[in-house]
């Protein structure tokens, strides 16, 4: 018997070394080929499940049978916009410290609008220059991205690309070094001098063949027959918006009648906007060598499809054109995965695919569902606000703005009137408190020790930037929403889970197969991607790697 646990712990011995000597062989300087980071735009987690048995083998289940999923993978701040999503996905950093507060966002100093990619100090390329379309650059985030990483860490050798129809889903995920970001403009794409004076010749030539007005002339119409879609509503409902006021709402969708009268950027909110930022990405992986890079280094290829936002936006989550344009895009991934195959290697890229928020159902629908919800109507509010402060204090316009849920106080009308600018916030407070739609209203600075959950704390703050938000932060009840022009579709930003909780699935080169329901969160992404190119993570992370990713 002695000898028998002498020699079962002599195995164990054994067995542990060979285990040590195998994990030491594997630290080595070894690299995926190519990165490719894709972020769907409004993408729920649940998407993932509720279109599950409906997706083909190739696209979301070929990365969920064969990558690595963050089942609970959260946004750990709030307002849950576009811009400051993929921010946070690139930069594994929060408002607070890269500085991307909003899609737009006032500068406390200056009292100016700012959108988060405008920068007047460049010009667009591929249009008139003088457009602000084109006038754009990432030098509103002050943290570096993960692509900037890894521009860093190879000495520049690194390729980095970003695509997406919106300019903000390209530019702030590609980073300050990129070699290029494209995005799209009435149809066409195009970039700005701060990376290039012309477009390639590529890109030209994919603009001229206008693939825009292709799908455009052909319509929308559903990829299976209608009566196999899944809504608890009829294709023709309340909940809907339209592309023109008086269009028609059903299936087929005419496009061409909706691009005469809007512009040919009606095809970013179609399924088709994905599909053109794919075919896009293909041209670009080719033209480029992505992922031959000649030094060895490895390449990154960031694309946003942004056409889910716009869908969702339009139609709501719970319709037959979310439905539709997820099983396109599903099969879209497929083509693009299989195309990554065989440019750069099965097994030798990988990929990650997030969202940069998620997105709430239309209230409408969930009240005649009998639930709670509602539109807060903002119109009036700040007229409200400023006469009620005018009223107590016979100070005009004491609040210059309301964006974002915040309310941003004028310091120099209240500093110049000597009034009291804790007063005046916990007025507002006690006012906006009483609103039916508010369920918390809080003084950024003294978010800490506001009478709120801790983890709505933590968001507040964590999407606080001194110098680029408002004084106090708006926080709705839940599937409550702003109502926009009609109470049709949807929209996103607050702390809710509908809106916070997003897919997180990785694939290939360096990979573990499996899931976690731990919970992770957005800020985990870059410095997981830092850990798994041993590079450093990027200078404003505060996230963690998800070590159970790697292998
Ligand atoms: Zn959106």
Request: overall charge negative.
């Given at each position: 018997m002695k000898l028998l646990i002498q020699r079962f712990l002599l195995f164990i011995l054994l067995f542990n070394f060979v285990n040590t000597v195998s994990a030491q062989l594997k630290n080595t300087n070894e690299r995926p080929k190519l990165i490719v980071g894709i972020v769907v735009d409004q993408m729920r987690w649940d998407y993932l499940y509720k279109y599950y048995d409906r997706y083909g083998n190739d696209g979301f289940k070929r990365m969920l049978n064969e990558g690595f999923t963050a089942e609970n993978t959260q946004i750990p701040y709030i307002p849950t916009y576009t811009a400051i999503g993929h921010t946070c996905i690139y930069t594994g950093s929060v408002p607070a410290i890269h500085g991307i507060s909003g899609n737009n966002f006032y500068i406390r100093e200056t009292k100016t609008r700012m959108y988060c990619?405008?920068?007047?100090?460049v010009n667009g390329v591929g249009?008139?220059?003088?457009?602000?379309?084109?006038?754009?650059?990432?030098?509103?985030?002050l943290a570096t991205t993960i692509t900037d990483e890894l521009k860093l860490a190879t000495d520049f050798k690194s390729r980095v690309f970003g695509v997406a129809l919106k300019d903000r889903g390209a530019i702030l995920p590609a980073g300050h070094f990129a070699d290029a970001a494209y995005w799209m403009v009435d149809g066409n794409w195009i970039t700005s001098t701060f990376y290039m004076n012309t477009l390639p010749q590529y890109i030209q030539d994919f603009n001229k063949a206008d693939y825009t007005s292709q799908f455009l002339k052909k319509g929308w119409s559903t990829m299976y027959p209608l009566n196999t879609y899944s809504p608890h509503v009829p294709d023709n409902n309340p909940y809907e918006g339209r592309y023109?006021?008086?269009?028609?709402?059903?299936?087929?969708?005419n496009l061409s009648e909706a691009a005469d009268k809007n512009g040919r950027d009606v095809i970013k909110a179609t399924p088709f906007g994905n599909t053109l930022t794919l075919e896009l990405s293909k041209l670009i992986l080719d033209k480029e060598k992505l992922g031959h890079n000649p030094t060895g280094a490895p390449d990154f290829l960031a694309i946003s499809l942004s056409s889910t936002d716009y869908v969702g936006h339009q139609f709501a989550i719970n319709s037959a054109k979310i439905e539709d344009t997820y099983l396109r895009l599903d099969k879209d991934l497929g083509d693009f995965f299989h195309y990554l195959d065989q440019k750069v290697g099965k097994g030798q890229y990988t990929v990650f695919l997030s969202a940069d928020h998620g997105a709430a159902h239309n209230p409408q629908f969930i009240i005649d569902e009998k639930g709670n919800g509602g539109f807060n109507v903002n119109k009036d509010l700040l007229n409200d606000l400023n006469n009620m402060l005018e009223a107590a204090f016979n100070v005009k316009k004491i609040i210059y703005a309301l964006t974002n849920n915040q309310v941003h106080l004028d310091y120099q009308v209240i500093d110049s009137a000597k009034l009291d600018a804790e007063r005046i916030k916990s007025m507002i407070i006690n006012h906006l408190k009483k609103r039916h739609a508010v369920a918390f209203a809080v003084d950024m600075e003294k978010a800490s020790s506001a009478t709120i959950p801790e983890w709505l704390k933590t968001m507040t703050i964590n999407g606080y930037n001194y110098k680029r938000s408002g004084d106090i932060q708006i926080i709705f009840e839940p599937q409550w929403i702003d109502l926009y022009k009609n109470p049709t579709g949807t929209t996103h930003g607050a702390w809710n889970p509908y809106d916070s909780h997003i897919p997180l699935v990785f694939m290939g080169w360096g990979i573990k197969h499996g899931n976690t329901n731990a919970p992770t969160y957005m800020t985990d992404i870059a410095p997981t991607l830092a850990a798994l190119l041993h590079i450093q993570a990027p200078n404003g992370n505060i996230g963690k790697p998800i070590i159970q990713v790697l292998e």
């Open positions: 990619a405008q920068d007047d100090s249009l008139d220059p003088n457009n602000k379309d084109g006038k754009m650059s990432p030098r509103n985030n023109f006021d008086e269009g028609s709402i059903t299936f087929p969708i």
